[in-house]
């Protein structure tokens, strides 16, 4: 069984289009997490909901907007792609929303704006 | 302000031959510390974590990490390396509500 699950493994995608990511999680955990990894492996946060209520919004443009629909879900739409969107995005969840509880990670999904 | 720096981006041993990876940490306060693997074409894993209630610390797969405070160090190690090792290793620490990632680590083991 899949713990954390994303969909597309992989996007390609022009410039200016808009994309989904979709995230669902079967853990029973209440708090899910967007991350960016870029080229260089450096991965950071974007946003975190705890019981579908958003508690990390980090420096990310707002073409950027996340939905929580319910607790075993978050997904990630990005209007208007750039070239600098190109990354891969990981979602995670974990038990708690205090930070030094473990985070269980999707398998990523591969975005490249052409 | 919490942050975790990795000494080396790529590291290679041979098969059999001790893992150590480094990272040392900046912290004002008791650090949460964790130690996360990626393998290729994966998510990240939790390897093992510190919370202060022992200095040495195991985790999955053999490693184990020492936090050292005289040195602000969590180094990771592992006796022996094997071949399944090889993958990205995240020094991570938190700031508030957030993980703060390290540059990472490349470990190639080598037959």
């Known amino acids: 069984d899949t713990a954390v699950s994303q969909t597309p493994k992989y996007l390609v995608t022009q410039m200016g289009n808009d994309k989904s990511i979709k995230c669902e999680q079967n853990?029973?955990?209440?708090?899910m997490y967007w991350y960016k990894q870029d080229s260089k492996k450096f991965l950071k946060i974007m946003f975190s909901?705890?019981?579908?209520?958003?508690?990390i919004n980090e420096t990310v443009p707002n073409r950027f907007s996340p939905k929580s629909p319910d607790k075993a879900h978050l997904n990630l739409h990005i209007n208007s792609l750039e070239l600098g969107d190109s990354a891969v995005y990981f979602c995670?969840?974990?038990?708690?929303?205090?930070?030094?509880?473990?985070?269980?990670f999707g398998p990523g999904t591969r975005l490249t704006v052409t | 302000a919490q942050s975790v720096t990795q000494l080396g981006s790529h590291v290679s041993v041979s098969e059999g031959a001790l893992v150590l990876l480094r990272c040392n940490y900046s912290?004002?306060?008791?650090?949460?510390l964790f130690w996360y693997v990626q393998y290729p074409n994966q998510g990240l894993q939790l390897l093992l974590k510190?919370?202060?209630?022992?200095?040495l610390v195991k985790g999955i797969n053999g490693f184990e990490a020492e936090f050292k405070k005289s040195e602000t160090s969590f180094h990771l190690t592992k006796p022996s390396a094997h071949m399944s090792d090889a993958a990205e290793y995240f020094c991570?620490?938190?700031?508030?509500?957030?993980?703060?990632f390290g540059t990472g680590t490349r470990l190639q083991v080598f037959p």
């Open positions: 995670a969840s974990s038990q708690g929303a205090h930070s030094s509880y473990e985070q269980y």
């Open positions: 853990l029973g955990h209440d708090t």
């Open positions: 909901y705890n019981n579908k209520e958003l508690i």
């Open positions: 912290s004002s306060v008791p650090p949460y």
């Open positions: 510190y919370t202060s209630a022992a200095t």
């Open positions: 991570v620490t938190r700031k508030g509500d957030k993980l703060i």
